[in-house]
């Protein structure tokens, strides 16, 4: 059972525009939420997190909104950049908990020229 | 450069055999986790260590083991192979426990592992 989802595995997008990444979660208890970016031959780069008593957390051109209620998490991009064609991960945790970070499979983000 | 090293970058052996990947953390992080990425599958967690210590298990095989020496190197060690353990295994650190906000785990680049 997939308790991170990101049910779209690529989204294109043009240069400029607005990439909108969606991610789900099943667990209700998972209170800490991370995006990773990842380029081909490369590890896992850490983008931006947020906990779970906050719904908005910012940094430059990416915002990630957390609707508790909802169990949806979505990682904004404004404006998007050839440089940021990747996969990116969602991933969640329990703070304190014993499961490390459960990622979801990934969306290929593709900036379109 | 995260700063976490794996070796070797490319592994490629034949069913039955047993290998070991290794892994330095960054300096300063106590903590040691080990992910599997199959084709068309996400980050699988494997294992972490924090402080030499094992702190939780995930997905991990009876076949495969890792162990968090003194000097907080890790060494992932997988026996018996099969063609379907080929995959991306990584290697993360972080300082404190991990899942924390401001705790993130930092990644290496990887060791991909082929079974023939």
């Known amino acids: 059972d997939q308790q991170v989802k990101q049910n779209s595995p690529s989204l294109s997008v043009q240069e400029g525009r607005i990439s909108i990444l969606n991610c789900d979660y099943t667990?209700?208890?998972?209170?800490?939420f991370l995006w990773y970016k990842k380029y081909p031959a490369e590890g896992p780069t850490f983008l931006i997190s947020?906990?779970?008593?906050?719904d908005k957390n910012e940094d430059g051109r990416f915002t990630v909104f957390l609707n508790k209620s909802a169990k949806h998490l979505s990682l904004h991009i404004v404006p998007s950049q050839p440089g940021d064609s990747a996969v990116y991960f969602c991933a969640a945790s329990v703070q304190g908990g014993a499961d490390g970070l459960t990622f979801g499979k990934g969306t290929h983000l593709i900036i379109q020229p | 450069d995260s700063g976490v090293t794996q070796t070797p970058k490319h592994l490629i052996t034949a069913t039955g055999q047993r290998v070991t990947l290794r892994c330095s953390p960054r300096s300063g992080d106590l903590s040691v986790y080990w992910y599997q990425q199959s084709l068309d599958q996400g980050l699988q967690f494997l294992i972490q260590y924090y402080n030499g210590e094992e702190r939780a298990k995930g997905n991990i095989l009876e076949r495969f083991s890792a162990q968090q020496f003194p000097d907080l190197h890790s060494e992932l060690n997988l026996s018996s192979l099969e063609l379907g353990d080929s995959a991306l295994y990584f290697c993360a650190s972080s300082v404190g426990q991990g899942g924390y906000e401001g705790t993130e785990a930092f990644f290496g680049q990887g060791t991909r592992l082929t079974v023939v």
């Open positions: 947020i906990s779970s008593i906050k």
């Open positions: 667990n209700s208890m998972f209170d800490y």
